[in-house]
């Protein structure tokens, strides 16, 4: 996914109202960007931390200026928009790069289901579906990415619907982003969001397939690493190494 516009960098000054991120620019201007991530966000808003931001699209229709992109951290660029992780997905089945999804000649994007929505439903030569919902993670632990940060109720919905249909005989799936390239496996961090860990696990034992993938970053594009994540399981106990 390339970004329409070239990003700025910029020096965080802070993050509020869960939307809003005020962030110097290298010419000292400070602007007001858009936050589209709505969760905790751990690790990503100190004061100070470097930040990417990039021009509204000109068909946007955001109040906005501009939209926060990503973060500086330890050497490396996370990504912080919850919107991109879906365009990524769907760029890739486009490509045909994901190994998981060969047979499935055709596909639809955010598909209502009761009182939910999820992101992908793909369906083989007869017509039988197969639903992925996509989920964008950045905080890393050791060389694990981990989902979520913080509690999230339209998460643990996701994995109880998922659960459903998987118990009627639908095939699901759930899928996790991670954009970020310093890892290489993924986990779910029960012990931010018990109700989350719960739902995870019996969400596995119901069937649900649970896959990870990371991102390459730069400045210009973001992409997807077709090379699959090794999943660590739920986890319910925080371990000692840091939150990165």
Known sequence: MQFHAPLLQGIL????????????????????????????????????????????????KGKLEF???????HNALIGCNTSTPSKVVKEAIEQKIFPFLPHYPSWRAEIPLGHSRLDFCFYDEHKAPFYVEVKNVHLRQDQAA???DCVTERGTRHLEL??????????????YIVQRQD?????????????????????????????????????????????????????????????L
């Not at 400070?30 to 100070?48: D, F, K, Q, R, Y």
Request: net charge positive; with cysteine; charged share 20%.
């Open 13 to 60: 000054v802070k993050r509020y109202k869960r939307f809003f991120a005020d962030v110097q620019l290298t010419d000292g201007t400070v602007i007001t960007a858009h936050c589209v991530n709505t969760g905790a966000m751990v690790g990503l808003t100190e004061p100070g931390t470097t930040v990417w931001i990039c021009p509204k699209a000109s068909h946007s």
């Open 67 to 73: 939209v926060w992109m990503m973060v500086e951290k």
């Open 162 to 175: 998922l659960t459903e249909l998987t118990q009627r005989g639908i095939k699901t799936a759930m899928l």
């Open 146 to 148: 981990l989902f979520p």
């Open 183 to 243: 890892i290489s496996e993924f986990g779910i961090a029960g012990f931010f969001d018990l109700a989350y860990g719960k739902a995870a696990e019996k969400a596995l034992a119901a069937g649900v397939t649970f896959m990870g993938y990371k991102c390459q970053l730069t400045t210009l594009e973001i992409t997807l690493d077709p090379q699959p994540l090794t999943f660590k399981g739920v986890l319910f106990e925080r371990g000692s190494q840091p939150l």
